[in-house]
């Protein structure tokens, strides 16, 4: 594989805002529902920054497919700094974080988030021969749930805190020889704000020469839009695919940033711990699945969707009756590895149906879909009947249907979609 050390540093970049990031990520929800039982306001907030994503993702395309990606993650790490620090400082300054800056934090995290990743899978498509987008795919989301657990685990610690009591654990008695203080909002902001500065540091180190040369379009902004159109219109079974493979990773994103919350805390009585841990378990389920997804369905990969999917949506529905934490965790660790298997097996797909030069414009295309399903969904399960006892079980019910509409179409065209 060429370029390797540039893998390398973009990895490690990748790495290190990413911990910081996911603990802020999982901070920022729970600081809604639980401390300031702030729930609607959090929902309408989520549904309103998505629904703002519908024209900026259109526009994201255009820019990853325009300009240098390296330089793109430059000015994304450095925008993430200025902003995080500011914040942070005002969180020292004041004695505490305003909501509404708290609000900014997750929106400007949420704007880098629809940035980075569609840079991140470009760039790397750019340069790894094709032979190897497999491994790359798989590398990336190896990577990236590695830094989910540890991101995870942090804020397990620094949600809650540490104290030298036993902690019970899957009926295990633990006890901690050491104790450490909740962290405050602000506190957690400044590390943040630090790691984007450190993975801007990386990102300059990177040296790479591209596989193939790269043919910029250096049109308006709607003339290179109207370009990714017409691809995706003249392959219709490949946009077919993009939309419908896309309906797991939508409810996991509602999931995780919103209904999980208020699941654990209406529907479980568990607690930041609870929230946290699970995430360790997700994305545990997603290592093992980076490493193992290739090997089990080899080339298959959308048998290995609509597999995976059903799986999904057979978990949502017995979210609907599970009270047990333990079961939570477990079903958490099989949704990671879906997730994980999904996204693997559709950005290699993507790879090698998409050139690298139109693959920005159209993942933008496959975005604005996510994020269109997304809003309906966030808006609907921002009504006060969601937050009202443990209703938010509906919302699984929900979820578990459109997943299952969704791996309709994947059947049907299956023959056609696998030879397109």
Known sequence: MKNKRAIFFLFCANSVSGVSQGISMIAIPWYFVDELN???????????ITGLALFWMLFVGTIVDRYNRRTIFLFVTSIGALLLSAISFSGYYMGTVHYVLVSAAFASTYL?????????????????????YGRITSYIEIQGQLT???????????????????????????????????WELHEIFAVDAFTYVLAFSLILLIQYVPIEERVIDEG???????LGFNYLKRNKYVFLFGVASFSVFVTILCIGFFIAPVYINNHL??????????????????VLAGVAIRYVFKQKTVLAIIVMSLLTACIYFFYFANYNISLFYVTMLLMGSCNSGIRIMRMTYIFNHIPNNLIGRTGSIFGLSNVLMRFTFLASFSLPFFA?????????????????????????WYKRIVKS
């Open 38 to 48: 702030m729930h609607s306001f959090f929902g309408a907030l989520y549904a309103t």
């Open 112 to 132: 880098i988030y629809s940035v980075h990743y569609p840079n991140l899978y470009a760039f790397a498509q750019e340069i790894t021969e094709a032979k190897h």
């Open 148 to 182: 989910t657990m540890a991101a995870g685990g942090l804020a397990a610690l620094l949600l809650s805190g540490v104290s030298s009591e036993a902690v019970n654990f899957f009926g295990w008695e633990f006890t901690f020889p050491f104790t450490i203080e909740k």
């Open 220 to 226: 308006s902004i709607k003339n290179r839009l109207i």
């Open 269 to 286: 009585r568990g607690g930041a711990g609870v929230y946290a841990i699970s995430d360790v378990f997700f994305a545990c389920g997603a």
């Open 388 to 412: 009202d006892g443990n209703n938010v079980i509906y919302a699984f019910i929900i979820m578990g249907c459109f997943i299952l509409i969704s791996a309709v179409p994947l059947v049907i």
